[in-house]
């Protein structure tokens, strides 16, 4: 087929194809020549930018974004057990609706021809790279040099029923069957918890050197410093300027210069924490790096000595926390008295943020700019990369983010998935890496790696290496949908999907308490059970 002929098969496709009984899309693949009927084909188009999903089979490529929609795109030559082949000039999609879109990756599209009855045959005496059970028929053609051209008709619909049989149709416009709750529900169960919890959890930061910290309820996102920053006329020199923060003007400071320290150029480790409140507005606190999120035993944290607190340099912090034995000292900042700070109250005055209507997280709200407003509906979520993919899990859901140290102790008789144990504040930690989890190629350890700690379903906190730790955002819930559901194990871990930067980024969504199924559960319950028993018959012995 020409440039030309492409053009005009993918420029009409461009709107739904119109139906034709006898009319059917013939393209190859693997060297065959294959024909679907044009009713179910959406589209044609060039294969997009995939972001690859976990636990999915290997004939899924990934999901793309197209035009605002996940589509899920299927590789023919995987189903077929064909030869890998990469993808070219020719290569297409052909987008098929099948209760769902899903796009299936060909060699090429050849034409749109239509088919009269006595050219179709039944299929089941023909060879072919793709299972007879695939076929609906053969299409036999004559051509114009008296030759026949065989096409063979593709079944669809049964293909992914036998490929991915976890598959459930959306035709009917439901939410699905999934399993998890949404991100919001589990934001707000863990946040419930968070209340009556005896831990203070905080996300923990350095200022030229020195360890501070904000309750982790009070951070709405933690965001890279971007190249530009429009800078603000007659502002206090702590003030760096604004930035455009999804469509509202956020101010920035630099926490440097609130403490009085040596100011350094900005550059890609420097992070802004956004700190909101109701009724005091939002703010960003420029950072030398974002170093972890913390959950730290209340008996840890001593208020601030008296002498400090009574002075007006120090009253923005309210206690200290003493973690590693008293080696690391964290100072807590009060983000009330922070944002009460006549300082601050000038650098939100001259951003023209003070005074403006906030809601109830605090970010100011705008009568012309729905998209501007952060609703209850927001989920607050941690990003995180294995690989190429980004990934997220609800804040609330992560108990810490720690440093993976230089070795990890390897317990005999553990189950294969965990990595090993550290200690952690007194705490033996198991640890598993993400990537073995999701079935993903280990790599080998590096400074960006983290442990992202959770407390599982058994009440077990439970470490999962992953290759690095993004940043912190608040995701609107128009831009979470549904995830398709594939596998029933990635259906359970993997239910949703984010659309960032204006479509251009997904992020799939984890639930962490489906990370371990109840058989992994119950083998890490024993380790550790054996652990305490070994640990209790040892003290015993020493008395």
């Known amino acids: 087929m020409s440039d030309s002929d492409t053009a005009v098969v993918e420029t009409a496709a461009a709107e739904p194809l119109i139906t034709q009984d006898n009319q059917f899309v013939t393209f190859s693949v693997s060297g ?16 997009p930018e995939v972001a690859r999903l976990p636990l999915a089979p290997p004939s899924l490529a990934g999901l793309a974004n197209l035009r605002g929609r996940v589509l899920p795109i299927v590789n023919l030559r995987e189903i077929f057990n064909s030869d890998a082949r990469e993808n070219d000039d020719a290569t297409r999609a052909l ?15 050849s034409s749109v021809i239509s088919v009269e009855p006595g050219e179709m045959e039944p299929a089941a005496a023909v060879q072919s790279v793709a299972s007879a059970d695939y ?3 053969v299409i036999r053609r004559q051509q114009a040099d008296g030759s026949t051209q065989l096409l063979l008709a593709l079944d669809f619909q049964h293909l992914v029923d036998q490929t991915f049989n976890q598959m459930r149709s959306r035709s009917s416009g439901g939410s699905g069957s999934g399993s998890g709750a949404s991100l919001s529900d589990q934001s707000a169960a863990n946040s419930a918890d968070a209340v009556v919890s005896d831990e203070l959890r905080l996300v923990s930061f350095t200022v030229s050197e020195q360890e501070y910290a904000i309750d982790i309820a009070d951070v709405q ?18 003030c760096l300027g604004v930035i455009s923060l999804r469509q509202r003007l956020l101010p920035l400071v630099s926490l440097r210069a609130l403490f009085q320290l040596p100011m350094h150029e900005l550059d890609e480790h420097h992070r802004i924490v956004v700190v909101s409140l ?19 035993p209340r ?3 001593d208020s601030m000595p008296g002498i400090l607190s009574r002075g007006q340099d120090m009253q923005e912090f309210s206690s200290i926390c003493r973690l590693e034995g008293g080696k690391r000292l964290v ?10 700070m006549s300082a601050m109250q000038d650098v939100m005055q001259a951003a023209g943020t003070p005074g403006a209507p906030t809601d109830a997280s605090g970010a100011p709200m705008s009568s012309n700019s729905s998209a501007a407003v952060v609703t209850d509906d927001d989920a607050q979520v941690v990003i995180f990369r294995l690989g190429a993919e980004e990934f997220g899990v609800p804040i609330m859901s992560v108990q810490e983010i720690v440093r993976v140290p230089e070795s990890l102790t390897r317990v005999p008789k553990t189950p294969t998935f965990v990595e090993g144990v550290i200690n952690l504040r007194g705490t033996v930690l198991p640890v598993i890496d993400q990537r073995v989890r999701l079935g993903m190629p280990p790599i080998e350890r590096n400074d960006r790696q983290r442990i992202m700690v959770y407390t599982l379903g058994n009440g077990m906190r439970t470490g999962f290496i992953v290759d690095s730790v993004a940043e912190v955002l608040r995701i609107p819930r128009g831009n979470i949908e549904r995830a398709p559901e594939l596998s029933d194990e990635q259906a359970r871990l993997i239910s949703q999907v984010a659309k960032l930067d204006k479509d251009k980024r997904l992020v799939m969504l984890i639930d962490p308490s489906q990370l371990l199924g109840g058989r992994e559960m119950g083998a ?20």
């Open 95 to 109: 987008v098929i609706d099948i209760g769902q879109p899903l796009g299936f990756v060909v060699d090429r599209v």
């Open 32 to 47: 065959e020549m294959f024909a679907v009927p044009m009713g179910p084909v959406q589209e044609i188009i060039r294969v």
């Open 299 to 301: 008996s840890q944290s």
């Open 135 to 137: 076929l609906t028929g």
């Open 278 to 296: 109701p009724g005091r507005g939002q703010v960003g606190l420029v950072t030398d790096s974002v170093k972890e999120v913390l959950s730290v």
């Open 221 to 238: 996102e933690i965001v890279q410093v971007p190249e530009r920053i429009t800078g603000l006329p007659n502002t206090p020199h702590h």
């Open 331 to 340: 100072s807590i900042i009060d983000s009330e008295k922070l944002l009460g």
């Open 524 to 543: 890490m319950q024993s380790m550790m059970d054996s652990d305490k028993n070994h640990s209790t018959s040892e003290q015993r012995l020493a008395a």
